[in-house]
């Protein structure tokens, strides 16, 4: 973690004397594209900075692959593209770009190769049949964490224990998410990690106010809170509930011109609201699955939360899972606080507003860490099940090298993109988005499982059934599932 802080300033003060950010690209076009990176005809990135074997690296081997062709399907949706994969960059690219552009550039450099993006609208549709026919097909499969783990069940990825330059225990790599997506049996079928800072940016987080909150007296630093372990539920509440009182809102309860000390979308504070407890939706225990989601500390959670959307008259909850509705209401100063992505940082680009990042309050002092749940739309990296073992060398090195130069040069860049689209720079905020990092949930029942809305619905409906009510009404099903599934790819009978 501390050395990730290091880069993440150190890149912050050379950005603020060098370069100013400016707005991200528009996405490639949905379609296939030529390959970008022929290190025989495209000159560019061909004097890379880090040798891959250096120091503090992964350990690679010296390869010449002379200049195949290493192809990545990917999804069509700019800021989940533009994490691995950026067409070109000019005189006003940011330096999160010129990252991402030069870290495939030195990749096509180190090891003769050509980079071949394949950009779909729906890249999970060429799934099935490229794992039924020939070998080979695609080097590598980014895309939708949900679709990724429905695939992986059907039986179209490599393992991963199989990739011999893979190091999941280096610190590039997601050591929870290798946890949570291990099959009972240990076969793992997708991964992620620094390789995507998008690992981050589908992150649940909660954005401040700072002006409306430096407002108020006695109101005692939300950073300060988080760095004391005492940003509670209980505290986030009571900041809620005095910032609400100290807004001038119109009375309507309209989120259209009243104020409001909160607001949030059923996506955001309702689903973390789980993960704050330090509990997931499931897990494999004793031999059998289990559904943690269900205790007295999760039902209390639920209880609370209800109370405070649905009874304290602070807050404001949109009933969709779209962010957008709360933008217009933060920027205009009408909400103090607002969940959603890290990643929507960029909708307030342009607006005159200083804004914090927070990680989600914990629900109370026994939970460890600030647990920030991964959203479901996040980037999962999978490999074709008919990649044979000689390609299967190659792509993990890629893998390897890709990893760790998101992890050394791109992820602290990202902090500083997420913040750059405020007037005023927020120091603070590099230490929380740096403890969202290190705390990220990638939770197996919430991307794929019939438990995986199960907390967030039961929120936002303030007279429907309890948490454990509701889980009873699924529970031998989701079982049922999840044993048809994940279980059996452990002996190769997994349905197609």
Same mark, same amino acid.
């Given at each position: 973690?501390?050395?990730?802080?290091?880069?993440?300033?150190? +890149?912050?003060? @050379? +950005?603020?004397?060098?370069?100013?950010?400016?707005?991200?690209?528009?996405?490639?076009?949905?379609?296939?594209?030529?390959?970008?990176?022929?290190?025989?005809?495209?000159?560019?990135?061909?004097? !890379?900075?880090?040798?891959?074997?250096?120091?503090?690296?992964?350990?690679?081997?010296?390869?010449?692959?002379?200049?195949?062709?290493?192809?990545?399907?990917?999804?069509?949706?700019?800021?989940?593209?533009?994490?691995?994969?950026?067409?070109?960059?000019?005189?006003?690219?940011?330096?999160?770009?010129? *990252?991402?552009?030069?870290?495939?550039?030195?990749?096509?450099?180190? /090891?003769?190769?050509?980079?071949?993006?394949?950009?779909?609208?729906?890249?999970?549709?060429?799934?099935?049949?490229?794992?039924?026919?020939?070998?080979?097909?695609?080097?590598?499969?980014?895309?939708?964490?949900?679709?990724?783990?429905?695939?992986? *069940?059907?039986?179209?990825? /490599?393992?991963?224990?199989?990739? !011999?330059?893979?190091?999941?225990?280096?610190?590039?790599?997601? @050591?929870?998410?290798?946890?949570?997506?291990?099959?009972?049996?240990?076969?793992? /079928?997708?991964?992620?990690?620094?390789?995507?800072?998008?690992?981050?940016?589908?992150?649940?987080?909660?954005?401040?106010?700072?002006? +409306?909150?430096?407002?108020?007296?006695?109101?005692?630093?939300?950073?300060?809170?988080?760095?004391?372990?005492?940003?509670?539920?209980?505290?986030?509440?009571?900041?809620?509930?005095?910032?609400?009182?100290?807004?001038?809102?119109?009375?309507?309860?309209?989120?259209?011109?009243?104020?409001?000390?909160?607001?949030?979308?059923?996506?955001?504070?309702?689903?973390?609201?789980?993960?704050?407890?330090?509990?997931?939706?499931?897990?494999?225990?004793?031999?059998?699955?289990?559904?943690?989601?269900?205790?007295?500390?999760?039902?209390?959670?639920?209880?609370?939360?209800?109370?405070?959307?649905?009874?304290?008259?602070?807050?404001?909850?949109?009933?969709?899972?779209?962010?957008?509705?709360?933008?217009?209401?933060?920027?205009?100063?009408?909400?103090?606080?607002?969940?959603?992505?890290? @990643?929507?940082?960029?909708?307030?680009?342009?607006?005159?507003?200083?804004?914090?990042?927070? !990680?989600?309050?914990?629900?109370?002092?026994?939970?460890?860490?600030?647990?920030?749940?991964?959203?479901?739309?996040?980037?999962?990296?999978?490999?074709?099940?008919?990649?044979?073992?000689?390609?299967?060398?190659?792509?993990?090195?890629?893998?390897?090298?890709?990893?760790?130069?998101?992890?050394?040069?791109?992820?602290?860049?990202?902090?500083?993109?997420?913040?750059?689209?405020?007037?005023?720079?927020?120091?603070?905020?590099?230490?929380?988005?740096?403890?969202?990092?290190?705390?990220?949930?990638?939770?197996?029942?919430?991307?794929?499982?019939?438990?995986?809305?199960?907390?967030?619905?039961?929120?936002?409906?303030?007279?429907?059934?309890? +948490?454990?009510?509701?889980?009873?009404?699924?529970?031998?099903? @989701?079982?049922?599932?999840?044993?048809?599934?994940?279980?059996?790819?452990?002996?190769?009978?997994?349905?197609?």
């Amino acid at each position: 973690m501390k050395k990730l802080i290091l880069r993440a300033f150190l +890149l912050l003060l @050379a +950005l603020l004397m060098v370069i100013p950010f400016a707005g991200c690209q528009e996405t490639p076009a949905p379609q296939e594209t030529d390959p970008v990176t022929d290190p025989a005809t495209d000159p560019e990135g061909t004097d !890379p900075e880090t040798d891959p074997g250096a120091e503090d690296g992964p350990d690679l081997p010296v390869k010449n692959y002379g200049g195949d062709e290493f192809t990545i399907l990917m999804r069509a949706l700019e800021e989940y593209t533009e994490d691995i994969y950026v067409e070109s960059i000019g005189a006003n690219s940011t330096s999160l770009e010129r *990252a991402v552009y030069q870290r495939l550039k030195d990749l096509a450099y180190y /090891y003769n190769l050509i980079i071949d993006p394949v950009i779909k609208e729906r890249p999970r549709d060429e799934v099935p049949a490229a794992a039924k026919s020939g070998t080979d097909g695609y080097d590598l499969v980014i895309e939708h964490a949900g679709f990724t783990l429905s695939c992986a *069940a059907s039986g179209y990825y /490599y393992d991963w224990n199989d990739l !011999p330059y893979v190091d999941l225990e280096a610190d590039w790599w997601n @050591a929870q998410a290798a946890e949570t997506m291990t099959t009972p049996g240990g076969k793992l /079928y997708t991964m992620v990690g620094d390789i995507s800072y998008m690992s981050v940016g589908a992150s649940i987080c909660m954005f401040f106010n700072k002006g +409306l909150l430096n407002d108020v007296e006695d109101l005692e630093s939300p950073y300060d809170l988080v760095r004391s372990k005492e940003w509670l539920f209980d505290k986030f509440e009571e900041y809620v509930i005095t910032m609400d009182a100290n807004m001038d809102g119109d009375g309507t309860g309209t989120l259209e011109t009243d104020s409001f000390g909160y607001g949030t979308g059923w996506w955001a504070g309702p689903s973390q609201l789980l993960h704050s407890t330090g509990y997931r939706t499931i897990a494999w225990k004793n031999d059998d699955w289990k559904f943690p989601l269900d205790n007295d500390t999760t039902s209390n959670a639920v209880f609370d939360m209800r109370e405070l959307l649905w009874t304290s008259g602070a807050c404001y909850a949109v009933d969709t899972q779209e962010f957008d509705a709360l933008i217009k209401p933060f920027t205009e100063g009408r909400l103090a606080f607002t969940d959603g992505r890290v @990643a929507h940082a960029r909708k307030f680009a342009g607006e005159d507003l200083s804004y914090g990042v927070l !990680p989600w309050p914990k629900y109370n002092k026994k939970v460890k860490e600030y647990y920030a749940t991964v959203d479901g739309g996040t980037n999962l990296f999978s490999v074709m099940r008919n990649t044979t073992a000689e390609n299967a060398e190659r792509i993990s090195i890629v893998l390897e090298f890709l990893a760790y130069e998101g992890y050394d040069k791109v992820v602290p860049l990202y902090y500083e993109t997420v913040l750059s689209y405020q007037y005023l720079k927020d120091e603070d905020s590099i230490e929380m988005l740096q403890i969202i990092h290190d705390n990220c949930v990638f939770d197996l029942g919430y991307f794929y499982s019939p438990v995986s809305s199960l907390v967030h619905e039961t929120v936002m409906d303030p007279t429907g059934p309890s +948490l454990s009510t509701a889980l009873g009404e699924i529970e031998e099903a @989701a079982r049922e599932e999840l044993y048809n599934t994940w279980n059996q790819l452990d002996v190769g009978e997994a349905e197609e």
